[in-house]
């Protein structure tokens, strides 16, 4: 009798516990699929900079047809670059590493992230994806504002902003914008996401400083965005810097020209300290501000 009664209290403790093991499996498995994007989204690797300065393998990575030849739907790539530009009428606008521009859809969602373009769709407006584990190369875009979504096929989309993009089939080569305004949904994105050609008109709120150049008063356009190039007429190496307030340079006094979509203020000290001037656009070559090899800082926004 007391040996029955302890096998039967055995064997009900044994079912108990491999019970717990299953719940506690499930659950397990069901925290990883909810964080699935989390977790895919830690293995990228981020780098400042283009992927020809990071050497790069050369026709790697970015998916890109060459001229003259419709998009397709493109696979998963162990890297892709976003690059702060300007392609046609659109400054700022992100492009890809081969120069292709990029673009959102007002029918997805950012928050959360949601794309809602699909089969036919995806092959009109191929989904710029990156392989788990992959590179992403930012180039004047902030890291902040970069993440990736789960599509329907289970890739991986990249977002700005929050908004899942996408190149355009008939953009036949580097700089096009045939995409831009299309059906009234689709425009080229922003460093931060926003619809390129679209921006909100703030005043640079410009004061204190030596001054102000290039017509920075109230009504211009506030950059959001900067490239800062070592040597002038924007040659390489270069820095790209994208948001809103203060941000220091990371190769500090080095730039000696200056690609912006607005006006901007410039630091010659960390933390927007020191002297400053108010910029307004490009600027080839800050000597002509006195300027060059100074910047250590920048105010967007």
Known sequence: MIRNRIAALAATAAAASLLLTACN????????AKDGVGTALQSLHFDSGTAKQHHATPKTGDWATGAGKPASTPVARKWVQLSAARAGDLDPVVVNGAGFTLYRFDKDTPNPSKSNCNDACATTWPPVVVAPGGKIFIDGVSKSAVGVVKRDDGSLQVTI??????????????GDTNGQGVGG?????TPDGRKAGAQDRTGTGSTGGSGSTGGSGSGTAA???VVLSDEKNFGDPSEGLAGSGCQNVARDDSASSLRASGALKIWSEKDC???????????????????DNRISSVFLG
């Not at 902003?161 to 580097?174: A, I, Q």
């Open 223 to 225: 950059a959001t965005s």
């Open 185 to 189: 949904t689709w425009f080229g994105v």
């Open 273 to 291: 300290k020191g002297e400053s001037e108010v910029v307004q656009g490009d600027i080839a070559d800050l000597a002509s501000i006195d300027f």
């Open 161 to 174: 902003g929050g908004w899942p993009v996408y190149r355009f089939s008939k953009d036949l080569k580097p």
């Open 25 to 32: 499996a499930t659950d397990q498995a069901a925290s990883v």
